[in-house]
């Protein structure tokens, strides 16, 4: 199966595994070697990245078509935490078919490579279909909070999580070390990675809080090592899976460790407001969708049009 996939992603793949497993091992020995530390969380989290990285490696190994679905459906489940959560009146009950429908068109369009409706559909139609559909529902009262929180999760579970599905059906010789499936493995990992350092920095080095009212655990330390390990691992990797220089792979690793950061407290800044810690408990030791991909709804249209511009 691996041998139809590009070297360079196969590697980094590899190295992905390589570094779970090491992970794992870290925390079996920690166990044995301090069973009065309780690492139950930290387990979890491992064991459920296992599984991500298993699923996410197999939808980019399988085929496009799979991969589109698969991020379809991180789609579906990340708008279906988010309506879960905010507020909605009995009046739009009806309405919120509309934005589960926009789902499978948006994704259409980028099975499609239908560049044209892709960077429209939501921004514009779905835009003026959503408050049309409730205008002729006849409730006014919570109109504008409402048609506002509802466009906002459609922009944000649906539109920007589609433009790293986008990246698959980019013209194959433009980056002939690993195709569309390298530069969103790139993507993907960078984005990851970025959340990870910042908070390994910010428990290492950090006691200045960036956000307090906001994140109370993002510090300034974790903030500038996070962005500064990204930016040094998109440089490590750009070789391998895009087809950025040098120069331009460092500063889209600093465009991802600052975009990520900002992805991440946007949606703290939401979860606050709601009164909740985490958006649900799909994922053990993470939460919930939203929550392992709210760096990514920023990351994700941001890199994709920096490499468009730059490539395509």
């Known amino acids: 199966m691996l041998s139809g996939i590009a070297p360079g992603l196969r590697w980094a793949l590899f190295g992905v595994f390589a570094l779970l497993s090491l992970a794992t091992i870290f925390v079996v020995v920690l166990r044995a070697a301090r069973p009065e530390k309780d690492v139950t969380e930290l387990w979890l989290r491992i064991k459920s990245w296992w599984i991500m990285a298993i699923i996410f490696s197999l939808a980019l190994i399988l ?64 835009f003026l279909l959503l408050p049309v559909t409730m205008v002729l529902i006849g409730e006014t009262k919570g109109f504008l909070r409402a048609a506002g929180t509802l466009h906002w999760g459609v922009m944000t579970t649906v539109f920007s999580l589609s433009h790293a599905a986008f990246l698959l059906v980019l013209p194959e010789e433009v980056n002939p070390p690993a195709g569309g499936p390298g530069l969103l493995f790139y ?18 080095l950090g006691n200045k809080k960036v956000i307090p009212s ?60 709601l009164g909740v810690k985490d958006s649900g408990q799909l994922i053990p030791g993470h939460g919930g969708i939203m929550d392992r991909v709210d760096s990514l709804t920023y990351t994700a249209p941001l890199f994709f049009h920096v490499v468009y511009f730059l490539h395509y």
């Open 187 to 204: 993507l993907v990992l960078l984005t990851q990675m970025n959340d990870v350092a910042q908070y390994v920095w910010g428990k290492a």
């Open 214 to 273: 906001v994140s109370p655990g993002k510090t300034q330390a974790g903030l500038v090592g996070g962005v500064l390990t990204t930016t040094v691992l998109a440089v490590a990797l750009a070789e391998w899976l895009t087809p950025l220089s040098l120069l331009e792979a460092g500063a889209i690793g600093f465009l991802i460790g600052v975009a990520g950061f900002l992805g991440d407290v946007t949606i703290s800044a939401i979860k606050r407001d």
């Open 63 to 126: 085929s496009r078509t799979v991969a589109v679905i698969f991020l379809a459906a991180v789609s579906f489940f990340a708008l279906k935490e988010y309506l879960s959560l905010i507020p909605t009146r009995r009046a739009d009950r009806r309405v919120l078919l509309l934005p589960y429908l926009a789902i499978p068109i948006q994704y259409w369009f980028v099975a499609k490579a239908w560049y044209g409706m892709f960077i429209i559909f939501v921004p514009v139609y779905v």
